[in-house]
């Protein structure tokens, strides 16, 4: 039981390049989210997602897509990058509901120049 | 809209002190509200929730933490710290499918 997995661990990109941060979940949890940490601003909701074909956006979807055409994988693209993304970037997943308990992975720090 | 405040950016206690982080929150209806720990390059941990009934809620790791409804509160307490609770702390309310984390407070430890 690996929990909650994301892939890179780091990345740099240049300014106006797409690329997607991969997450994936083995706990068949229905609820997953995606969430950027900067400092002294603690997490932001990017977008979650209540089950497979289903998403929505949270407090700072802009430049941000997702989709969910599985239960256990849930992909978050950068269309052009600019560096208001540099951040840490965090996937969890909970069984049903952001109430439940919510499983972190262990993150993505993004640099964008 | 909603929001919660956490007033202490950063706190120093001496291993075997109490501690008490404060968490303050602005939201309409009854909220649902959740200390997570954060240790260094890891992902969040939940340390303890509280939906409604008794105000006073017991966690992981020896933590508790109390709602105030009428100081629209949820600190967090211990009342003997660790070393390895160096850590931050994020205190967060979950309106609807959204949820809202405070900036943190980054607690050290001293010997």
């Known amino acids: 039981n690996a929990g909650v997995t994301q892939t890179p661990k780091f990345q740099v990109l240049k300014t106006g390049q797409s690329m997607t941060l991969q997450c994936a979940q083995d706990?068949?949890?229905?609820?997953m989210s995606w969430y950027r940490q900067d400092p002294g601003m603690g997490l932001r909701l990017i977008h979650y997602?209540?089950?497979?074909?289903?998403?929505d956006q949270g407090e700072v979807p802009n430049g941000y897509n997702v989709s969910r055409s599985t239960t256990e994988d849930f992909p978050l693209r950068l269309l052009s990058a600019a560096p208001s993304q540099t951040s840490v970037y965090f996937c969890?997943?909970?069984?049903?509901?952001?109430?439940?308990?919510?499983?972190f992975g262990p993150g993505t720090r993004l640099t964008v120049l | 809209a909603q929001s919660v405040t956490q007033p202490d950016i950063h706190i120093t206690v001496s291993e075997g002190a109490s501690l008490e982080l404060r968490c303050n929150y602005s939201y309409g209806a009854t909220p649902y509200l959740f200390w997570y720990v954060q240790s260094p390059g890891q992902g969040l941990q939940l340390l303890l929730k509280?939906?409604?009934?008794?105000?006073l809620v017991q966690g992981i790791k020896g933590f508790e933490a109390e709602f105030k409804r009428s100081q629209s509160s949820f600190n967090l307490r211990k009342p003997s710290v660790h070393w390895s609770d160096a850590a931050e702390y994020f205190c967060?309310?979950?309106?609807?499918?959204?949820?809202?984390f405070g900036a943190g407070t980054r607690l050290t430890v001293k010997p």
């Open positions: 969890a997943s909970s069984y049903r509901f952001n109430t439940d308990t919510q499983y």
């Open positions: 967060a309310v979950a309106p609807n499918n959204d949820m809202r």
């Open positions: 706990m068949n949890h229905e609820y």
């Open positions: 509280y939906f409604s009934g008794d105000t």
């Open positions: 997602s209540v089950g497979a074909g289903i998403t």
